[in-house]
């Protein structure tokens, strides 16, 4: 292991302690300052202090001794090293035994070579069609590193050219919103910079292209966040954190903008007003009247809710990603979305359904200032009494967690089923984590991801979105799925077809909508059924058969007749999607009717599989911070041989070095870099000085975000 284990303490690696799992430093490959296995030995350091006292006036002692006492001290001598000879080899046999067993064997991926590509930086870009990734650079190609970046910033625009006659003969024309009531401040624009930097890190897996992401651009601190106030100071309404970062080309993205004042702004007054400006754009009536063939498409409305709870520390990186989502989805689109906070009042004792007082106290405790008009209390409490059930425990298959059927844990979908049930006026409704962030364009990844799905033809959606699409194997999506028809032949397997139905299905169930009813049968139908349909259900994970896994939670299914079989489901790691009104009205049903319920990550796409709505997981670009051959890659995350080896399993490890997944400790690391700050002792201002610049990354999604830092 020696060998293998001075290779590995080169590169960032994940170490276990118990079951806990941590992205984390190796100690240095630098061995020549390592203290010995028995530096800490009390049998050596006892010995070796009381050896230092008084060494002449021994040896004087020993040389007037007699022959026979010189005979007794030498046995004494013998035995006593006897003694302590044996006693440094049982400690040194102690300790390295102690040690075998606190080394691991390392994860077969924690061998492959460290990727390093991401961290170059805006002073190496290249043209979008000059890059190579760096899977593919050779040892020959240098980095070439200019005094300043290469290109200038643009303003990132994702959104239809809403003042073009093509919009306005089909739309209302768009009124644009600001940030301040006053509008002295309109919503402003983000920078990027137009190229990547050369050697960048390709993703393993999905697409910009296909997702309508432009894939030529990356975004660095200053153009991403500086437009929130992350680069000017306090007293003039930002927050200052820019002083100890590396400044290459920064005064011309500073030219570009103005300095919004942020200290006074009320975004919930801000979304509001937005989306009274432009309420003929999403009003049926209006959009019938005016136009002149007698009608004007109208524009469908999302909530954006983000689960947050009392409690909750809002850091200022925090505050620049929900002003940047606010800003980029709500008002910069002309009010297509309204960005919520749904927070949960963790203090069941608190009256917050009683009392209005009560209700704006705890509110203004736990939420800064600016987002206290967008935010909506509930509490676990209120779901027990929106939730009466009954949900009896010889109902549940299994519930592995112990937790009650109403706590967040097992049941974070109430609160939410809850609030659309307030908000019917929305078509949409995102369910986002607090732990996420993106690098890109808010707009520009939400609409693609919405608009790529609602191409997607419903034949073979379910069995698509099972796999992980790796285009480095398997080509464009068309061959994809070309590729994962061939498979569900030749295994025989019945695709998913319009509502799946089960034994317990005919008893205490709701019933499905009619048009989630196929018009024809799957052999029939060429791949047209569902095109141009909204997504009831887009995801960011794929929708994986539990029952295929040892996932933990895949029997906390509660409500069905337990004697039978237990129903099929679905399910996606990670809560975060999109839900239609219509998929959150049959929840609702399903909860409140027939007391139907399951672990959060399960509920959604299972209660999509029952009735036939339409779910897909969105192949969003997901990179690794090794070099994985891709055909190790495809088989074990596409071809588990077991179910123990399930990347939704056991096998769950092989994400730890990802972008996105619930454990991808990779993903908060590689965040704080692009921040500026210092990460296993790598990165920071002089990095950045003294290399390529401020790291510049395409829009990626990261998950989970525990920590934020700048240097």
Known sequence: MGPIKNALSLIPSIRTSGSKVAYEELPTHDMSHASSPLDE??????????????????????????????????????????????????????????????????????????????????????????????????????????KAPPFDPVVVNPYPDFGSNDYLK????????????????????????????????????????????APDRCFERFGRFGPYGYNYNPSEGGLGLSNNSAHAGVDK?????????????????????????????????????????GSKKVVKRSAYVLRTWTGYKYTDIQLLSLRAMINELSLKSGGEYDVHLLVHVKDDTIPIWASEEIYNQTLRENVPEEFWDMTTLWSVQQMRTYYPGPFRDE????????????????????????????????????????????????????????????????????????????????????KFSQLVEQETLERHEKPVWGPVKFPTSGSGMISSPKENTPPTKIEDDDYTWGVGEDADLIVFDPLFDPAKTNWVFRNDV?????????????????????????????????????????????????????????????????????????????????YPPVPQESPFGWGEHNMQGGSFYYNAGFSGALWRRWLGAKENGEGGKKTEESGSGRMCLRGMLYHPIKSESIE
Not at 262 to 290: H, I, L, M, T
Not at 416 to 439: A, G, K, P
Not at 606 to 622: R, W
């Open 253 to 293: 993205l500073q030219e570009m903008f103005t300095k919004v004042d942020y200290r006074n702004v009320n975004w919930g007054k801000a979304q509001k007003k937005c989306f009274e400006k432009n309420q003929k754009r999403f009003d049926p009536e209006a959009a019938s009247e005016d136009g002149a063939d």
């Open 41 to 146: 030995s009390p049998i050596m350091s006892d010995v070796w202090r009381k050896g230092i006292s008084g060494p002449r006036r021994r040896l004087g002692l020993i040389l007037r001794a007699s022959p026979r006492r010189l005979v007794i001290i030498t046995l004494a001598v013998f035995f006593t090293l006897v003694v302590i000879v044996g006693g440094s080899f049982r400690a040194r046999r102690y300790y390295v035994e102690k040690a075998k067993e606190e080394e691991r064997i390392p994860y077969h991926w924690e061998l492959y070579p460290r990727l390093n590509g991401f961290y170059h930086g805006v002073r190496s870009l290249v043209n979008y069609s000059d890059w190579v990734p760096e899977q593919q650079v050779t040892t020959k190609t240098k980095l070439k590193v200019h």
């Open 558 to 638: 509660t409500g069905y007749n337990t004697s039978l079989e237990t129903p099929p489901r679905r399910a996606a790691i990670i809560t975060v999607a999109r839900l239609s009104r219509q998929l959150l009205n049959t929840m609702h049903e399903e909860t409140y009717r027939t007391h139907h319920t399951m672990f959060p990550e399960m509920w959604p796409p299972t209660v999509a599989l029952h009735h036939g709505y339409k779910a897909v997981y969105a192949p969003h670009p997901v990179y690794f911070d090794r070099k994985w051959p891709l055909d190790t890659m495809d088989k074990i995350f596409n």
């Open 395 to 478: 109902d549940n298959v299994e519930n592995h967690s112990n937790g009650d059927v109403h706590g967040v844990y097992r049941s974070a979908h109430f609160a939410l089923q809850w609030f659309s049930q307030q908000h019917q006026e929305y078509d949409f409704v995102w369910n986002w984590e607090m732990d996420i962030r993106y690098t890109g364009h808010y707009y520009e990844f939400h609409n693609g991801v919405s608009n790529w799905a609602a191409e997607q033809p419903r034949k073979l959606l379910w069995e698509r979105s099972s796999r992980f699409w790796i285009p480095g194997v398997h080509g464009s999506w068309s």
């Open 170 to 213: 089909d739309h209302q024309p768009v009124q644009r919103c600001y940030v301040d009531e006053n509008e002295k401040y309109p919503a402003p624009d983000i920078f990027a910079y137009p190229g990547i930097p050369a050697g960048m890190t390709a993703p393993y897996w999905g697409s910009y292209e296909s997702l309508g992401v």
